[in-house]
């Protein structure tokens, strides 16, 4: 063997020895928001994304990638090199609510994902237009009871939070209330407070301006405190219905099998990014509460919510849109 030859072979196995051994992360970092840009998954991941590429020291690029109720992007996480650098914004509903809306799945929630980070949570409300003549939720399920069917509620689709929420209140009341579906919240709200529609389940900021304006009458936060935006808004609990809970939560997931320390500098990123002071501004003013969760954590809330909401799914029998 020749000297250059030696030489040219040295060469190559120390640069791939050096691109083996270099340390987590070497290039950029995408986040695959699920849906199309806007609203509160892509809100978040744009928060966070600057941060963590200050904690990280790489770039950051959040990717849209819309469609199916979150599944497209779901997958597309799902399939991806399990090396860290393809993370999924991860929503509740899509992510513990569709494997009991759709037949058949792309991605396992469990299986095909590796948790890395709760974010945040957006707590929800329960609201009525002002000519139902209910206060509390005690009068809406006696008004409800008392007309079985007739009590519209609007919802931005089949199989959204707030349809899965109003299905949940159903159950654990007994009352029975009309669902009427919107292809967005836009709609569902005007519809509300025009009077053609009687009730609905949205997040504080969805409601607050036509609260205020005296449009719309919030009868209980689906959460175990109030929500700052509506202080005087009792929760549920405090009034006598301590499971009704809506929560939506978003979260990060990387593929199934990324290097524990891969997960462990994102976990730590991700902290970083929420003990922003900018981005713990940002979060309040959008409605929404930061809820670090570690990896072991998001775990335990992953398998419970599956469980839970499996069972709110399927006995309502709700079928995405």
Request: hydrophobic residues 45%; charged residues 15%.
């Amino acid at each position: 063997m020749t000297t250059t030859i030696r030489l040219v072979l040295g060469a190559a196995l120390f640069a791939a020895t050096a691109a083996f051994g270099q340390a987590f992360p070497n290039k950029p970092i995408t986040l695959v928001v699920p849906v199309a840009p806007g609203g509160i998954l892509d809100t978040v991941a744009r928060m966070i994304a600057p941060e963590m590429s200050k904690a990280l020291g790489q770039p950051i690029v959040v990717d849209n990638k819309p469609g199916a109720s979150g599944n497209i992007g779901a997958a597309i996480v799902a399939k991806a090199k399990p090396d860290g650098y393809t993370l999924l914004v991860g929503y509740s509903m899509f992510h513990v609510g569709n494997p009991s809306m759709f037949k058949e799945l792309p991605w396992d929630p469990v299986k095909d994902f590796s948790s890395v980070a709760m974010l945040v949570v957006s707590p929800h409300v329960l609201a009525v237009h002002p000519s139902v003549p209910a206060n509390n939720l005690k009068e809406l399920v006696a008004l409800a009871k008392a007309s079985p069917g007739k009590l519209n509620y609007a919802t931005p689709g089949s199989g959204s939070v707030p349809h899965v929420g109003m299905e949940l209140f159903k159950q654990q009341t007994g009352t029975d209330f009309t669902h009427v579906p919107y292809k967005g919240s836009g709609p569902a709200m005007q519809d509300v407070i025009a009077g053609n529609v009687q009730v609905t389940v949205a997040t504080p900021p969805s409601l607050l301006q036509f609260v205020l304006a005296g449009r719309m009458r919030a009868l209980a936060v689906a959460a175990k405190t109030r929500h700052p935006l509506l202080p005087d808004v009792p929760t549920a609990a405090e009034q006598g219905f301590p499971a009704f809970e809506l929560e939506a939560w978003v979260a990060l997931f990387a593929p199934a099998g990324t290097p524990p320390d891969a997960i462990a500098k994102l976990t730590a990123a991700a902290k970083a990014a929420l003990a922003n002071p900018e981005v713990a501004e940002k979060t309040r003013a959008t409605g929404m509460t930061m809820r670090y969760l570690t990896p072991t954590e998001l775990d335990a809330v992953v398998k419970t919510d599956l469980a839970y909401w499996s069972k709110v799914i399927t006995d309502a029998k709700i079928k995405a849109d």
